[in-house]
């Protein structure tokens, strides 16, 4: 059942203040005062009203308010830094120097046949076509040395990032694929 007005105006106060007691104090509340609102009701005002969602789990005492976009960008950050310890700490992490910046991002692949395609639009485009190694015969410490991939003539890399702009066209670049397992540390 849908909030009434009331009840969703104080559950998106609650939320600007990013204190994860109060909105637990307001939600409970609100559960209280009508047994047909469920979680995720509140969930779906919270994502109408275009604000960082949150995320909202049962658990055996009730539920638990975790924040969502922020949160899960910042966890990702540190597992791709090697802040978080585990996959990438041990391949290349403490490699990485300055860090301009950790932005959200739209990925977009297509790996069908020989050729290859990667997007991350508004920054980053990948084109690649044709094998340049047997498949399993080259590895990266990117991906893990673990997951041997396959070489490939890089046709065009181009980051349209606005703080770092460059481009290579041409087959004399080199590409690679190969799947990847990125982990925090236990």
């Not at 003539?153 to 087959?171: I, K, M, Y």
């Amino acid at each position: 059942m849908p909030l009434s007005l009331q009840h969703r105006h104080a559950v998106l106060l609650a939320e600007r203040t990013r204190d994860i007691s109060l909105i637990t104090t307001v939600v409970t509340e609100v559960l209280a005062a009508n047994p047909e609102t469920s979680l995720l009701d509140i969930e779906t005002a919270l994502r109408a009203a275009n604000l960082t969602y949150l995320v909202a789990n049962r658990t055996t005492g009730g539920f638990q308010i975790v924040f969502g976009m922020p949160a899960q960008q910042a966890a990702l950050a540190d597992i791709f830094l090697g802040r978080a310890g585990g996959t990438v700490a041990r391949l290349y992490g403490p490699a990485i120097g300055e860090v301009c910046a950790v932005r959200p991002a739209r990925i977009t692949l297509e790996h069908v046949a020989a050729r290859k395609r990667i997007d991350v639009v508004g920054y980053l485009h990948v084109e690649a076509e044709g094998d340049a190694s047997e498949p399993g015969d080259v590895q990266c410490g990117i991906p893990g040395f673990d997951h041997p991939g396959t070489e490939l003539h890089g046709d065009s890399l181009q980051s349209t990032d606005p703080a770092l702009r460059w481009e290579v066209r041409g087959r004399r670049n080199a590409a690679f694929a190969t799947d990847f397992d990125y982990r925090s540390a236990p």
